[in-house]
């Protein structure tokens, strides 16, 4: 019992575990929004999907499963060499997942006919699995793939990568139906983007905060015992009063915000507060930056 408790592979197969439940929870969600709106009201998504889609509805026989896995090929190969080998092999697990739910998890035609409305729960439903399944360690592949990377190595936002590689596709939707389903697949993209960037950071954003005041002694020790977070301390010059003073710098948590405001007006009501979203925070305990 004793080699039991101490054997160390629980903690890796809960590990495992987590992320095919998010693959798996999230691929779900997508196959839903893809066979319950998007193909029922032919919209078309970005990237990879958006181009299985589009040669599906030019080619009925072709199924939207298949092709996607096919044009996944190259993009598993940037995955490989640009990220990490975990993260490709959980993508080469998700693709598998995604491309499964998308043939067998069909819900039929969501009852809802307004294009607009169609097109702004679309957004939502794929927003959030695609969401979902970018909290796991991999991908379902497609510009998930290539958002990764883009992320990685110039702090793109997921969301703003999706948007402009699927305007390619929305430009193809544009010539071979019409303007008015291009538009509406827009919106969808649109809607998409900010959702996946709501789940998979959104929640976890950090703030970076500027405080300018005479009782920045007073401030400074309350954020290192009551919220528990590193103060940075700036000299810095009025440039009208040509007066030092101190500024404090520090990184906090959207939910510890409330506190540090409540901190500063018990101190200085008067302080000067500057309080930003950060893009991506790397560092010990405050760091927010994806897992891949």
């Known amino acids: 019992m004793k080699g039991v408790s101490q054997w160390g592979g629980w ?18 969600v997508t196959a839903v ?8 009201h032919r919209f078309v998504s970005g990237g990879v999907t958006g181009l299985a889609l589009l040669l599906h509805y030019l080619v009925p026989v072709l199924s939207v499963a298949v092709i996607y896995a096919v044009a996944n090929v190259p993009l598993f190969l940037a995955g490989w060499f640009f990220i990490s080998r975990r993260f490709f ?8 997942i995604f491309s499964s739910a998308i043939a067998w998890v069909d819900p039929g035609a969501i009852p809802v006919k307004d294009p607009l409305l169609a097109a702004i729960l679309a957004g939502i439903v ?18 998930d793939i290539l958002s990764v990377i883009l992320l990685q190595h110039f702090s793109i936002r997921l969301g703003t990568t999706r948007l402009a590689f699927n305007i ?9 139906f019409s303007i008015e389903d291009a538009l509406y697949t827009l919106i969808y993209l649109y809607v998409s983007a900010q959702i996946v960037d709501l789940v998979v950071t959104g929640l976890s954003q950090r703030k970076a905060v500027f405080i300018i005041s005479p009782q920045w ?23 009208y009063s040509q007066r030092e003073q101190q500024i404090l710098y520090t990184v906090l ?12 007006r018990s101190e200085d009501p008067a302080a000067f507060v500057v309080i930003s979203d950060t893009t991506e925070v790397m560092g010990h305990r405050i760091g927010n930056q994806p897992h891949w």
């Open 89 to 96: 092999l959980y993508s080469i697990v998700g693709m598998i």
């Open 126 to 143: 794929l927003g959030t699995g695609s969401g979902i399944i970018l909290k796991s360690l991999g991908s379902a592949g497609g510009t």
């Open 11 to 28: 903690s890796v197969l809960k590990e495992i575990g987590g992320n095919l439940f998010l693959l798996c929870a999230g691929s779900v």
């Open 168 to 176: 390619l596709v929305l430009a193809a939707a544009a010539l071979l």
């Open 217 to 239: 002694e007073r401030i400074s020790p309350r954020i290192l015992t009551e919220i528990h977070r590193g103060v940075t301390i700036l000299r810095g010059q009025g440039a």
């Open 33 to 40: 929004g893809i066979n319950g709106l998007l193909i029922p």
């Open 253 to 264: 948590t959207f939910r510890e915000v409330a506190t540090l405001k409540q901190i500063v």
